[in-house]
């Protein structure tokens, strides 16, 4: 046992994300939502993972596309750093049931607000850089980014194709405003409009101000039919 959870979990978790951890509470840790009352948490390791998991793309987008200029880089960059794209993968991953949590939160369903999700996994990336040195960082970021890398949209996020289609038509940049934000403060619900002068609007909804907007920038490009 480790600080709740039986070597079965945690060998379940190693297997999930391929490293057998000398220090097995830093994974643990990663787990740990700010919600269970437990001297700590995955935030402290959420800030580093943050920082590991973007060297590794830009240095992963620096080789892949050499010819590239450094616009359209970030453009990639924001892709598949952006939470949404964490969500994702950490679902494909299967770590949401072992998400650690208060009782109270599970009956808020944070258990699959994709921000916590998008926030474990890079906790989770921080725990095997800190325990295995970044190689192994690495090799785990590039085996299940993989995927969105080569997703032919990736280099264009719902926010970024917005503003430029209005570019293009010659518009006004699109304009977000906070509709509605609901919730408590540890699990936020926002609704957000997007508006493009002479386009019309949309909204979108999301655990955090930046999903809800690339939500409204995503359902405008379909009401728009580009």
């Not at 304009?175 to 699990?187: C, I, S």
């Not at 609007?201 to 999301?206: C, E, F, K, L, T």
Request: proline fraction near 5%; aromatic fraction near 6%.
């Amino acid at each position: 046992m480790v600080n709740g959870i039986d070597e079965g979990q945690l060998a379940a978790l190693e297997e999930i994300v391929d490293h057998k951890f000398a220090k097995p509470q830093l994974l643990v840790k990663a787990l740990t939502h700010p919600s269970l009352d437990w001297p700590v948490n995955y935030q402290r390791l959420e800030f580093v993972g943050d920082r590991v998991l973007g060297l590794v793309l830009a240095t992963w987008l620096y080789e892949e596309f050499a010819d590239e200029k450094e616009g359209k880089l970030s453009r990639r960059y924001h892709s598949l750093a952006r939470k949404e794209t964490l969500a994702e993968i950490g679902e494909k991953l299967g770590i949401t049931p072992f998400i650690r949590m208060s009782i109270a939160g599970q009956g808020l369903q944070e258990r699959v607000n994709p921000g916590v999700v998008a926030d474990v996994v890079e906790a989770i990336i921080a725990a095997i850089y800190i325990d295995g040195g970044l190689a192994v960082a690495d090799r785990f970021i590039r085996k299940h980014w993989a995927p969105a890398l080569a997703d032919g949209d990736a280099g264009r996020d719902p926010k970024s194709g917005l503003q430029e289609i209005a570019q293009g038509r010659g518009l006004p940049l699109p304009h977000y405003q906070e509709e509605e934000r609901t919730g408590p403060d540890h699990n936020p619900h926002f609704v957000m409009r997007v508006t493009v002068e002479g386009l019309g609007s949309a909204v979108g909804r999301g655990s955090s101000k930046r999903a809800a907007e690339s939500e409204a920038a995503a359902n405008m490009i379909e009401d728009i039919g580009e």
